[in-house]
């Protein structure tokens, strides 16, 4: 037990990925989604008063009439997706959330919306189709590794056709700078986000060189001792523009985030539209 709990609480080595993956967990899932669905949460999903000016936005820049086939990338439960159909996109989304790709499917269907959801890791995506636009929103680009970057924006790169578009938003300097490194405890004796029964969550919040930061968060109850690793890497507009021009992509716009606010470095978020050379 204090092997295990030594090991739960030691501060990793950089992008160690969590053994469990708490987003197909049972109950996890579902504390997940409520807070996706949550309209007023900032929190798994941005809320709905952005995604709806954000959507409206991406549509101006992006028009459906010259880009109709979307792939909405970790599009979890089709928030953007269905705002992104009914603004006349043909949309597909993919994401390795089994709850969120059910929901999302039911509420198509219940609405009459014809997406295409898929149920897979995007890091193995291979939809033998091609698109005009990809979207990945909510900064999901910087939750993954130097290597699942690179995997991702070839993927990407792939399913879009000569001249397609890609948005993304990533967490910038800034954000990075006023990140607080500390370690606080939780005694949840009802349940509460990661458990439905009594646990304890120790929590510490760590900086890593190369701008990267991680919430180690450690599930400790009568039964377990398991740890996540939440990553995320920030980036300056210069290092975002690296990492896609080294795929082949080009800068075509950036923003301060997916709703088109002008570009500000002390903005917390970088978005960029990139084009398929």
């Known amino acids: 037990m204090n092997n295990n709990l030594f090991t739960a609480l030691r501060k990793p080595s950089i992008y160690t990925k969590s053994a469990a993956e708490f987003w197909n967990d049972e109950y996890i899932s579902k504390q997940m989604l409520k807070a996706h ?5 900032d929190g798994a999903s941005r809320t709905l008063d952005f995604i709806e000016k954000s959507a409206a936005w991406i549509t101006e820049q992006i028009p459906p009439v010259d880009y109709p086939l979307l792939l909405d990338i970790g599009c979890g ?110 005694l949840c004796p009802n349940g509460g986000f ?22 180690l968060i450690s599930i400790i109850s009568k039964e377990e001792i398991t740890p996540y690793y939440l990553w995320n890497t920030y980036f300056t507009k210069e290092t975002l523009m690296q990492e896609a021009e080294s795929i082949g992509f080009k800068m075509c ?25």
């Open 37 to 41: 669905l949550d309209p007023d949460f």
């Open 77 to 186: 439960p089709g928030i953007y997706a269905e705002k992104f159909t009914q603004k006349g996109y043909q949309v597909t989304g993919v994401d390795f959330s089994k709850r969120s790709i059910d929901y999302a499917q039911q509420s198509a269907f219940s609405k009459k919306l014809n997406i295409s959801y898929v149920y897979q890791n995007y890091l193995e995506m291979d939809l033998n189709k091609s698109f005009d636009v990809c979207t990945m929103i909510y900064c999901d680009y910087g939750a993954l590794s130097t290597r699942d970057r690179q995997v991702i924006m070839k993927k990407i790169y792939h399913h879009l056709k000569p001249g397609g578009k890609l948005l993304l938003d990533v967490f910038s300097m800034a954000k990075f700078c006023n990140f607080q490194e500390q370690q606080v405890w939780e």
């Open 194 to 215: 990661w458990r439905p029964g009594e646990y304890m969550a120790l929590s510490g919040f760590y900086k890593y060189l190369d701008y990267v930061t991680l919430d």
């Open 253 to 277: 716009g950036l923003f301060s985030d997916v709703a088109g606010r002008s570009y500000q470095s002390e903005s917390d978020t970088i978005a960029i539209i990139l084009e398929k050379q």
